[in-house]
């Protein structure tokens, strides 16, 4: 399928062919209608107690001090790999895209991000589309006051707007970033979709589609935790890639190089179910299959590592 069967326009049609609980089809419909579904008390206590024993020194004390955030502490803590890897969330994950999830990024936070909108699909993007997801786990309880996560429902039907669609060139920075989130905000606003917060406990999860719009609200109780963290899934068979730093217009794609943090074993990109081989570059990644000849490969990579287009 070249979507998600969750995603596809012809999901009513698709969900009638499934053999599913109440409870199964529940989740399916909220997830294809929402955008994300909420899983009450779906991590132990007592791993999450672990992890944040773990990872409680790696921060500083005040909320706005550096850093912020860490990314792939799983490389370093086996507790924040087991929150990736949960067993009954990998087993949603697989209902909802009938595929095997392939967690390649954590990200543990302490204090709220305080987010602007956003789409995780401008930095995670794969062929075929919208084969990423995002999960969010409470690692103590969210209020109004220690910055809650926001989303705007149903934000995921929107087409995935990326920099080319509005006029800013690929980087591996976040100089622009900026302008994409006042992008994505004006959008929301223009187009009728309404922000909603919520509100979690600890060890409650939620999962969220890759395309759906989403940030962070502002604390408002001064020096206040919310500890949490994130993972990012891929699902097998696709390519993967990040369109931030890509050039969407020419179709050159900043492959990722995706370790799964369950097994640890690199992950092979692949095109309709083809194994693809890639080059890197040092800067960019790219697919060398029966689409890309080596002069057209070549051509990419001295566009894109010198910024000349050679004659050829």
Same mark, same amino acid.
């Given at each position: 399928?070249?979507?998600p069967?969750?995603e596809?326009p012809f999901? =009513?049609?698709?969900? /009638?062919?499934?053999? /599913?609980?109440?409870?199964?089809?529940e %989740?399916?419909?909220?997830?294809n209608? +929402?955008?994300? $579904?909420?899983?009450r008390?779906h !991590?132990s206590?007592? /791993?999450?107690?672990?992890?944040? =024993?773990?990872?409680?020194?790696?921060?500083?004390a005040?909320?706005?001090?550096?850093? *912020?955030?860490?990314?792939?502490l799983w490389?370093?803590?086996?507790?924040?790999?087991? /929150? &990736?890897s949960?067993?009954?969330i $990998?087993?949603?994950?697989?209902?909802?895209?009938?595929r095997?999830?392939?967690?390649?990024?954590?990200?543990?936070?302490?204090?709220?991000?305080?987010?602007r &909108?956003?789409s995780?699909?401008?930095? #995670?993007s794969s062929?075929?589309?919208?084969?990423?997801c *995002?999960?969010?786990?409470a690692l103590?309880?969210?209020?109004?006051?220690?910055?809650?996560?926001f989303?705007?429902?149903? =934000?995921?039907?929107?087409? +995935?707007?990326n920099?080319?669609?509005?006029?800013?060139?690929?980087?591996?920075?976040?100089?622009?970033?900026?302008?994409?989130?006042?992008?994505?905000?004006e959008?929301?606003?223009?187009?009728?979709?309404?922000r909603q917060e919520? @509100? %979690?406990?600890k060890?409650?999860?939620l999962?969220?589609?890759?395309?759906?719009?989403h940030?962070?609200?502002?604390i408002?109780g001064?020096?206040?935790t919310?500890?949490?963290?994130v993972?990012?899934y891929?699902?097998e068979?696709? %390519?993967?890639?990040s369109?931030? %730093? =890509?050039?969407?217009?020419?179709?050159?794609?900043?492959?990722? @190089? !995706?370790?799964?943090? &369950?097994?640890?074993?690199t992950?092979?990109?692949? +095109?309709?179910?083809?194994?693809?081989?890639?080059?890197?570059?040092g800067?960019?990644?790219? &697919?060398?299959?029966?689409? #890309?000849?080596?002069?057209v490969l070549?051509?990419?990579?001295v566009k894109?590592?010198?910024?000349?287009?050679?004659p050829?």
């Amino acid at each position: 399928m070249n979507l998600p069967w969750v995603e596809s326009p012809f999901f =009513s049609d698709l969900l /009638l062919k499934r053999d /599913l609980t109440p409870e199964q089809r529940e %989740m399916v419909v909220h997830y294809n209608q +929402e955008g994300f $579904l909420l899983l009450r008390q779906h !991590v132990s206590h007592q /791993l999450i107690d672990r992890a944040l =024993s773990d990872i409680n020194h790696e921060y500083p004390a005040n909320v706005g001090e550096q850093p *912020g955030r860490h990314q792939d502490l799983w490389k370093k803590y086996e507790s924040v790999r087991d /929150l &990736a890897s949960q067993p009954h969330i $990998l087993d949603v994950l697989r209902l909802l895209y009938e595929r095997e999830p392939i967690p390649f990024q954590t990200l543990n936070f302490k204090f709220g991000t305080q987010q602007r &909108a956003h789409s995780d699909a401008i930095h #995670f993007s794969s062929i075929p589309a919208r084969f990423m997801c *995002g999960v969010w786990v409470a690692l103590e309880e969210t209020t109004a006051n220690n910055g809650p996560l926001f989303y705007y429902p149903r =934000s995921h039907r929107q087409k +995935e707007f990326n920099y080319f669609d509005i006029g800013i060139e690929a980087e591996e920075n976040y100089a622009e970033y900026p302008q994409y989130e006042e992008f994505m905000e004006e959008f929301m606003e223009a187009n009728g979709y309404q922000r909603q917060e919520i @509100h %979690m406990q600890k060890g409650d999860v939620l999962i969220w589609s890759s395309n759906l719009v989403h940030g962070g609200m502002p604390i408002k109780g001064g020096n206040v935790t919310r500890w949490s963290q994130v993972t990012h899934y891929y699902f097998e068979g696709c %390519m993967y890639y990040s369109p931030r %730093m =890509s050039d969407m217009f020419s179709n050159n794609l900043n492959l990722r @190089h !995706v370790i799964n943090i &369950a097994t640890g074993k690199t992950v092979q990109h692949s +095109e309709n179910g083809k194994p693809i081989e890639t080059i890197n570059t040092g800067r960019f990644r790219y &697919a060398v299959s029966h689409n #890309f000849t080596l002069p057209v490969l070549l051509k990419q990579v001295v566009k894109k590592v010198i910024g000349y287009k050679p004659p050829f």
